[in-house]
């Protein structure tokens, strides 16, 4: 069955960095996203790949500061997290579908056309 398995998740002072992976088995993803829920929030778009050219969407808030990719042979996507601020603590999620979506398609940031999700991993950046 698809698996997907956060890690790299924890605290960090605001203004420094943090690297979480998504290890992905039973699939071969066409996209995978990065999101992120803080407590009475709305689930939040951060950060999307697609898997077959590496063409990548990052969320306006995160531009700049972080960066996604994938690690074809590992089958692992990473968001790097740098200067981290304290409004972005939250649970960050791993979603995967087999679907590649155009580059413009606001699906890409629809969590609701991801059909797979990771358990999501605490993210806490401190003042």
């Known amino acids: 069955q698809v698996q997907l398995v956060e890690s790299g998740g924890g605290s960090v002072q605001a203004g420094g960095p943090l690297r979480l992976s998504c290890a992905i088995s039973?699939?071969?993803?066409?996209?995978t996203g990065w999101f992120r829920q803080a407590p009475g929030k709305e689930r939040e778009f951060v950060a999307a790949?697609?898997?077959?050219?590496?063409?990548?969407r990052l969320a306006d808030a995160v531009k700049g500061r972080f960066t996604i990719s994938r690690e074809r042979a590992k089958k692992t996507v990473n968001l790097q997290m740098n200067n981290l601020k304290p409004e972005e603590s939250a649970i960050y999620y791993c979603?995967?579908?087999?679907?590649?979506?155009?580059?413009?398609?606001?699906?890409?940031?629809?969590?609701?056309?991801?059909?797979?999700w990771g358990q999501g991993t605490q993210v806490t950046v401190s003042s």
């Open positions: 979603a995967a579908t087999s679907r590649s979506y155009n580059s413009g398609s606001a699906y890409i940031s629809d969590h609701s056309k991801y059909d797979y």
């Open positions: 039973g699939l071969t993803p066409g996209h």
């Open positions: 790949i697609r898997w077959f050219d590496g063409n990548t």
